[in-house]
């Protein structure tokens, strides 16, 4: 998975900006968001990003299974990221 050829990531202080030029919209990232955002774009799963994320924060492996889950379909849904 990737960035959208249309769309750029500002890395923040509290986590990411991305910027969908063609259709002039933002959306933020917290620091969570912005490391799974990372962790995909890289190559890894769905599954490798969660245990990633579980391993650097409270939460549970099946907890942040479904968040990124969700987060990855936002991002799909929105068009900011392409397989």
Not at 29 to 45: D, H, M
Not at 51 to 79: C, F, I, M, N, Y
Request: proline share 2%.
């Amino acid at each position: 998975m990737r960035l959208a050829s249309d769309v750029t990531v500002t890395e923040t202080d509290d986590g990411a900006v991305l910027l969908d030029e063609r259709r002039g919209r933002y959306w933020q990232l917290n620091r969570t968001g912005a490391f799974v955002l990372k962790q995909i774009c890289e190559g890894a799963n769905a599954e490798k990003s969660a245990h990633r994320l579980a391993e650097r924060e409270p939460v549970s492996p099946d907890d942040a299974l479904t968040d990124v889950q969700k987060l990855v379909a936002g991002l799909r849904a929105a068009g900011l990221v392409v397989d």
